[in-house]
């Protein structure tokens, strides 16, 4: 008999091990690409929308590389001016606790601070 007749279904419904999303895998990939774009930037208001976008685009493709087949990656950037106050940052999220999950990172130099959170959910 045939594959496609054996009646065994070949359509991967979970991720194996090596192609889950690792949430420390990521936040590593984060933390590589916040020192390198924001090193030493200084905070300029009519910069930060295209700078936020900058860095979500970039953020994304390098976690694509990393080979998260069938996810479905989403980066929120968020940049503020470092004045010394506090800010809170929550999300909530409906999905499956066994294949997705999320990352974040935040830094800060004199100038600015920039959080980030990527969130990998498994595509069935």
Known sequence: MGEAESG???YIIRPNFQHKF????VKECIRSVLKEELGNKQYIAEEVPQLTRFLSELI???????????????????IGEQRGEGV??????????????YAEDVFMNEYLFCVVAAFGCFHY
């Open 8 to 10: 065994e279904n070949t």
């Open 22 to 25: 690792r949430a420390a895998t």
């Open 60 to 78: 994304k493709d390098k976690l694509k590389e990393m080979g998260f087949d069938r996810y479905k990656m989403v980066v929120q950037v968020v």
């Open 88 to 101: 809170k940052m929550a999300a909530r999220c409906f999905w499956d606790a066994d294949t997705d999950n």
